[in-house]
């Protein structure tokens, strides 16, 4: 399996993104995927994730209501729609994906991913 991420950029605080992650060697109805990020400095933290056999969104309660997850089937491809981005969000962004069925928690640690994606820079300033 392949990822790749792609849709950061530079955007103005109360701004939003969306970012992209698509699958080759794998359907990505078939994965669960989750994003992650790292800011310079800081060690990788969770971001949000969606389930294989769902459309609910996880994500910490942090980014609750303002970070949600889809996923297009026919594009093999899901989505991370970043809404109301605030300078803290800065970060290079990295979509992960898990085979299986994994329970809930798993979704939220980076070591229980199989598969990794290039990071892609998401940049909030004025």
């Known amino acids: 399996v392949q990822l790749q991420a792609s849709g950061g950029g530079l955007v103005q605080p109360g701004g939003s993104l969306r970012l992209s992650c698509a699958a080759s060697g794998r359907q990505i109805s078939r994965l669960s995927v989750g994003w992650f990020r790292q800011a310079p400095g800081k060690e990788r933290e969770f971001v949000a994730a969606?389930?294989?056999?769902?459309?609910?969104?996880y994500s910490s309660n942090s980014r609750k209501g303002r970070f949600t997850m889809s996923r297009d089937n026919a594009k093999n491809t899901v989505y991370l729609q970043m809404n109301s981005l605030e300078p803290e969000d800065t970060a290079v962004y990295y979509c992960?994906?898990?085979?299986?069925?994994?329970?809930?928690?798993?979704?939220?640690?980076?070591?229980?991913?199989?598969?990794w994606g290039q990071g892609t820079q998401v940049t909030v300033s004025s």
């Open positions: 969606i389930r294989w056999s769902s459309s609910t969104t």
């Open positions: 992960a994906a898990q085979t299986g069925s994994p329970i809930v928690s798993s979704l939220y640690l980076e070591d229980k991913y199989d598969y």
